[in-house]
Structures are given as C-alpha cells and as structure tokens.
C-alpha cells in the first residue's frame, strides 16, 4: 500500500507550550483551579491525560495557555517524543509541544500512534552536547505517515480496542488504590480503625500501638535479596521502566555475565520495592498475580524493598506506597549529584505501628484489592504487547483495513 509521509504541520497545527514567568517554580503561580501538565505527567499516562501533580492559578495562566481536551501533547526536553491526548483543558511549559489536528486532514489518535513508531527517530536526532532536546526545526525533519482520513480512522479503530481495554483497566487500578489508600488514611492518620472508640491515647498515639524506626521492627522487613549466578535469560528492569506503581517500560533481557552493573537485586514474593531517587514516586509490587516476576526478573540497585510479618503484607504494601512515605523518604534523601534515599536515611523514617490485629485486620480487608490490581497490571502488560506487535504493521500498510 502507497501511502504519503509528511511533515507534522501538514497534518495539524503545533506550537509549543508556554511558562514565560521566571522563576519557573515561583509559587504564586501555583495552587488554582488549572491544570499545569508537566514532561513527567505526559510520560506517566496511557492513551489520554488525566492525572496532574501541579494547578495554575489566574496569574500563573496569565503567562502561560490552557489548551483544550483532545491536544496531543508532545515532550521535547527531559523525555523525548512520549506522548499523550489530553483528557481534560490544561496548561503546559515550552517543553512539551502541543498539537491539534487538521479536520478531514489527520486523526489524533492515528498522530499518536505514529509518534510511537518515530520515537526512536525522534530521540536520536534530540541527542545534544549538554541535554536533549526535540525543537520544531530537528522534528520537522521527519516525516509522518498520511494516508486519507478514512484508512486513518479505520487503523485507529482497531488500535483504539486495544487502547480502550489498557484505560478501562487502569481505572480499575486507580479506583482500587484510591480505596486502599483511603482506608489507610482513615485507620492510621485519622485512628478512625474498627473499634477505636474504646481505645485510649497514650502519648498521641492509641494505646498499644508505637512509633519506631521503619528498620528496627518485626512488620516491616528489610529484603537482602541480592542476585547469585543463574543460567539464560533473565528480565532486567530499571526504575526508569517504573511509573507510578505500574511497569511500563519493555525492560531489557540480559545474561549473568552481561547484566549492567545496576542489575543487583531479585524480587522475592510477597515483597514492595520504591524507588531510593529523590522526588520520584515508584512503586513496584511481587505479591499474587505479579509474583512471576520473583522468577523471571532482576531489578536495579536503585529499589529498596521489604516484605512483611506473616498476615500483614497489606499493611507494609500501603504504608511504602504512601504519599506520607513518598514525603519521608525526599525528606531524608541525600547526595551531591544524585539525591537519594540511603539504608542510613532510611533508618530515620519513624512508622507507627497498630497492634497485631488491627495490622492483619487492615491487610485483610486490601489484599485482594492488591491482588486485583497486580492482576490488571498483568493485563494491561499484555494487551500493550499484542497492541505493539499490530502497531507498526497497520501503521506501514502491511496489513490492509
């Protein structure tokens, strides 16, 4: 099949974002009622654009632009070419590109998907002598595919089946996390657990429960799980394969004797590893649905992880998850060039402890939620590799539609 290839302005219009105030982080701009979407966000969501960690406020959207629901949102500094529709009205900084397409001319989603099979293209001509960086003069050398608007929506509609399970189960996942984390809140920060009527507080805290090093307890357990020599293949991941809680990067297969020098530790089961990095949320789960990967895979030195007392994995699972560990954690972080979290910082994060059965009773209650969730993720890893094996041949007209 013959089709056309294009640079991306025949296809739409596309400028990037704006953030003229200096500084960049100055916090009257922030803390409104507008979303102010982010390199890092753009990278984190799926198909569409939902999530934020940052509002506009009037000033703040006084020197910068809100664009609307349906914008392609393109990265060209820190990530290179991720890509993401938005979802909702946003702002963005000059380091995300913004494109809206052309009507009867190109599909969005059809943009999308190519900008998934040009990444690589994109990345190696963004490859700078201090940082990379995609402007419109190195992207507008390459060209996209433009086939008519009817064969556009035809691929995007077989694409989209996949796509649309992949969001559908990441709601689930949102919505059982949110469920997990709320409870969290309710037990232990409001002390709102079953029964706590008839508790008396001793020192600030119910009595029977205490306050401790997150290192010197018997419920959390520090995992020493270091690699020993293995024969094959084994699946390494990064923490930049990490987002969120979910894996979302293809990890790399690799021999004892080849593996990188950072591919140090094998999950164990029943085990929550995050991220040592400063100011990175990453979260990664071996438990139920997810345990394979205590057999398959190898992790980089850049996660710390700990199992749990028996019948309290729920617990340790939702207290590492936190956004008050995430806090903790930044908190205690150090280092000259990259700031992380050492086992000696770690040993300063003091967790409360409830008693026995208000910690298995908690776990109780979210481990299927952890479980379901694993089992989503599972999913969506292999819904995103049948997609992926289907992208490049509809998206070349190997495959007629």
Same mark, same amino acid.
């Given at each position: 099949? /013959?089709?056309?290839?294009?640079?991306?302005?025949?296809?739409?219009?596309? $400028?990037? @974002?704006? +953030?003229?105030?200096?500084?960049?982080?100055?916090?009257?701009?922030?803390?409104?009622?507008?979303?102010?979407?982010?390199?890092?966000?753009?990278?984190?969501? &799926?198909? !569409?654009?939902?999530?934020?960690?940052?509002? !506009?406020?009037?000033?703040?959207?006084?020197?910068?632009?809100?664009?609307?629901? @349906?914008?392609?949102?393109?990265?060209?500094?820190?990530?290179?070419?991720?890509?993401?529709?938005?979802?909702?009205?946003?702002?963005?900084?000059?380091?995300?590109?913004?494109?809206?397409? !052309?009507?009867?001319?190109?599909?969005?989603?059809?943009?999308?998907?190519?900008?998934?099979?040009?990444?690589?293209?994109?990345?190696?001509?963004?490859?700078?002598?201090?940082?990379?960086?995609?402007?419109?003069?190195?992207?507008?050398?390459?060209?996209?595919?433009?086939?008519?608007?009817?064969?556009?929506? #035809?691929?995007?509609?077989? =694409?989209?089946?996949?796509?649309?399970?992949?969001?559908?189960?990441?709601?689930?996942?949102?919505?059982?996390?949110?469920?997990?984390?709320? =409870?969290?809140?309710?037990?232990?920060?409001?002390?709102?657990?079953? &029964?706590?009527?008839?508790?008396?507080?001793?020192?600030?805290?119910?009595?029977?429960?205490?306050?401790?090093?997150?290192?010197?307890?018997?419920?959390?357990?520090?995992?020493?799980?270091?690699?020993?020599?293995?024969?094959? =293949?084994?699946?390494?991941?990064?923490?930049?394969?990490?987002?969120?809680?979910?894996?979302?990067?293809?990890?790399?297969?690799?021999?004892?004797?080849?593996?990188?020098?950072?591919?140090?530790?094998?999950?164990?089961?029943? %085990?929550?590893?995050?991220?040592?990095?400063?100011? +990175?949320?990453?979260?990664?789960?071996?438990?139920?649905? $997810?345990?394979?990967?205590?057999?398959?895979?190898?992790? %980089?030195?850049?996660?710390?992880?700990?199992?749990?007392?028996? *019948?309290?994995?729920?617990?340790?699972?939702?207290?590492?998850? /936190?956004?008050?560990?995430?806090?903790?954690?930044?908190?205690?972080?150090? &280092?000259?060039?990259?700031?992380?979290?050492?086992?000696?910082?770690?040993?300063?994060?003091?967790?409360?402890?409830?008693?026995?059965?208000?910690?298995?009773?908690? %776990?109780?209650?979210?481990?299927?939620?952890?479980?379901?969730?694993?089992?989503?993720?599972?999913?969506?890893?292999?819904?995103?590799?049948?997609?992926?094996? =289907?992208?490049? #041949?509809?998206?070349? *007209?190997?495959?007629?539609?």
């Amino acid at each position: 099949m /013959s089709w056309d290839y294009v640079t991306l302005d025949k296809l739409g219009s596309i $400028s990037r @974002g704006k +953030s003229k105030h200096r500084p960049r982080n100055d916090k009257t701009l922030f803390g409104g009622k507008y979303p102010f979407i982010q390199t890092a966000d753009v990278k984190a969501a &799926g198909l !569409y654009l939902t999530d934020y960690n940052e509002t !506009y406020n009037d000033k703040g959207l006084a020197q910068s632009k809100l664009w609307s629901a @349906g914008t392609l949102c393109i990265t060209i500094a820190a990530n290179i070419a991720d890509t993401a529709i938005l979802g909702i009205d946003a702002c963005f900084p000059d380091s995300v590109m913004g494109f809206t397409p !052309y009507e009867d001319i190109s599909n969005v989603k059809f943009v999308k998907y190519a900008f998934d099979i040009l990444q690589r293209d994109c990345k190696k001509i963004s490859q700078g002598t201090a940082q990379d960086n995609l402007s419109w003069k190195k992207l507008s050398t390459i060209k996209f595919p433009a086939p008519d608007i009817e064969i556009q929506d #035809k691929i995007v509609s077989k =694409l989209s089946v996949y796509d649309d399970l992949i969001e559908n189960n990441r709601k689930q996942i949102k919505l059982l996390e949110e469920a997990a984390r709320r =409870l969290y809140k309710e037990w232990f920060v409001d002390l709102h657990f079953p &029964g706590y009527e008839d508790v008396k507080i001793v020192d600030g805290l119910p009595e029977g429960w205490e306050k401790c090093s997150i290192m010197d307890n018997d419920v959390f357990i520090f995992a020493k799980s270091k690699i020993t020599p293995f024969e094959g =293949l084994k699946l390494y991941y990064a923490t930049a394969d990490v987002t969120g809680t979910e894996i979302s990067g293809d990890g790399v297969w690799v021999t004892f004797q080849n593996k990188p020098s950072r591919a140090a530790i094998k999950p164990i089961n029943d %085990s929550v590893w995050f991220a040592r990095m400063s100011n +990175s949320y990453k979260i990664l789960c071996c438990y139920g649905n $997810s345990s394979h990967l205590s057999e398959t895979t190898i992790i %980089s030195s850049g996660f710390a992880g700990f199992t749990a007392r028996e *019948g309290c994995f729920g617990f340790v699972f939702a207290t590492i998850a /936190s956004k008050w560990f995430d806090k903790e954690k930044n908190r205690y972080a150090t &280092g000259a060039t990259q700031v992380s979290l050492t086992n000696e910082g770690l040993k300063k994060i003091q967790v409360v402890l409830p008693t026995k059965n208000v910690a298995e009773e908690y %776990s109780r209650i979210v481990e299927p939620y952890i479980e379901k969730a694993e089992q989503l993720k599972r999913s969506i890893k292999l819904l995103s590799q049948a997609r992926d094996r =289907l992208l490049p #041949k509809l998206m070349s *007209g190997e495959i007629e539609v």
